[in-house]
């Protein structure tokens, strides 16, 4: 049996001693999956047109997500495309998997 485990990523920065901000190492916030969805086949090529390719669908607890823009699920790093609220209380999270070796500038 296999631990299915998501972590939210929340980027923190400090200013140093001139005031530029220094990024530090993102926060993990683990939270519970409600569901792990398909990714439709018209969300897939409307998202790839725009340039991005998701890969994966979370139905989450929406008072977990504070407009983070990664998250790690089963050891792998994905990009949030877009959160889109279904109900007052939950959300589901479109995410591409993040490529290595590349920063969002």
Known sequence: M??????????????????VPVPQ?????EIPIIKVE???ANEYYEANQ????????LRINALNYNNETELIYMGTIYTIIRA???TADE??????RKIKNVENN
């Open 2 to 19: 296999r631990d299915v485990s998501c972590k939210l990523l929340s980027a923190t920065s400090k200013q140093d001693s001139i005031g």
């Open 25 to 29: 190492k993102p926060v993990e916030k």
């Open 38 to 40: 398909d990714v439709y």
């Open 50 to 57: 725009a340039g991005y390719q998701p890969s994966l669908r």
């Open 84 to 86: 889109q609220e279904i």
């Open 91 to 96: 959300l589901i999270l479109v995410c591409e």
